[in-house]
């Protein structure tokens, strides 16, 4: 399981943890991604995690040096990064808990060798190790842990209480569980871009809230829970410690790879909610993604990159 750029109120295709944000689309923002099935290229896929997680990593980093500075927190041993993807988020926090064990979590074998790579790479391979685990059911071979990093992964398990109640019994006295869910939807473009009708990302987001659900529904063991962290921190003996929003902010003119991101993330969207557009916006995406059109994202002068993640944080006592 990896933290996904797309089923997910907030699915990066970033997660790198993954993690950019969108109900529907497959995305890998933060590098994590959750990915069902086999089929996938991950070839051409773990690139790209990669990227999307590392234009992300700023925001991640700031939100580590948050936990990290924590009044009254145990010093961090050892980490688990649940749905980890190709281990972005894994080096960062290896990096921000320099006395920690990492252990990057994750269902694709593909995106776990990529992460070994990295933190060959990085001088982390000491320090950063892999564990595949198909999730939540078999968590519990992680092992104990001081911080448990759920990036956009809670919300691909069927039962969140109970995949959270797990988390919590693998924390360490004084460990925190840090749960990367909501935030805000990306935008990348203007209201009106000039052609078709204004609002184009509002719509794409309805249609992305309704695949969600659908996403959900199909889960194995799935349950309705209300989004409210704090409580359910608190339902499976957690305290909770607070809740705070990171902000990438990428204005227009975007580098290159801002910019190969979000053309990938429309390409994407077109591809998987073609079938729910009306003609007009699949007409208009076509557009957008059509690399010799004047007015499409490969040559577009006001493509930016906006949003915001959320972590909520839960302490064991």
């Known amino acids: 399981m990896s933290n996904d750029t797309g089923h997910g109120p907030h699915h990066d295709s970033s997660h790198g943890h993954g993690h950019e944000g969108g109900h529907g689309g497959h995305r890998h923002e933060s590098g994590h991604a959750h990915h069902h099935g086999s089929d996938l290229d991950w070839d051409a896929i773990g690139p790209l995690l990669e990227m999307n997680a590392e234009l992300s990593s700023g925001h991640y980093t700031e939100a580590a040096r948050w936990i990290a500075g924590l009044p009254d927190a145990p010093k961090v041993r050892r980490v688990l990064d649940i749905g980890s993807g190709p281990g972005v988020v894994a080096c960062l926090l290896a990096e921000v808990f320099p006395e920690a064990e990492v252990v990057a979590v994750d269902g694709t074998p593909a995106l776990l060798e990529r ?3 990295r933190a060959q790479r990085l001088g982390l391979g000491d320090r950063v190790t892999t564990l595949h685990a198909d999730l939540p059911g078999e968590l519990d071979r992680a092992g104990e842990a001081d911080l448990i990093w759920a990036g956009n992964a809670l919300h691909h398990m069927g039962d969140q209480r109970a ?3 797990g988390f919590a019994g693998l924390l360490r006295p004084g460990g925190t569980v840090a749960l990367v869910e909501g935030g805000l939807q990306p935008r990348h473009l203007p209201r009106d871009i000039g052609f078709g009708r204004p609002g184009l990302e509002e719509r794409l987001d309805v249609i992305q809230a309704e695949t969600f659900e659908q996403m959900r ?5 799935t349950k309705r829970e209300t989004e409210n962290w704090a409580a359910l921190f608190s339902a499976v003996g957690l305290g909770p410690q607070g809740t705070r929003s990171f902000l ?5 003119p975007l580098t290159d790879v801002a910019r190969d991101h979000v053309i990938d993330n429309f390409t994407r969207r077109r591809e998987s909610l073609g079938e729910r557009l009306d003609a007009e916006d699949g007409a208009v995406l076509d557009r957008l993604t059509d ?3 004047p007015a499409g994202l490969h040559r577009r002068t006001d493509t930016f990159l906006l949003m915001a993640r959320t972590f909520h944080l839960g302490r064991k006592g």
């Not at 990438?248 to 227009?252: Q, Y």
């Open 115 to 117: 992460t070994r790579a």
């Open 163 to 165: 995949a959270l109640a």
């Open 217 to 221: 529904a199909d889960l194995p063991g």
């Open 248 to 252: 990438l902010d990428l204005p227009a």
């Open 291 to 293: 690399p010799e059109d």
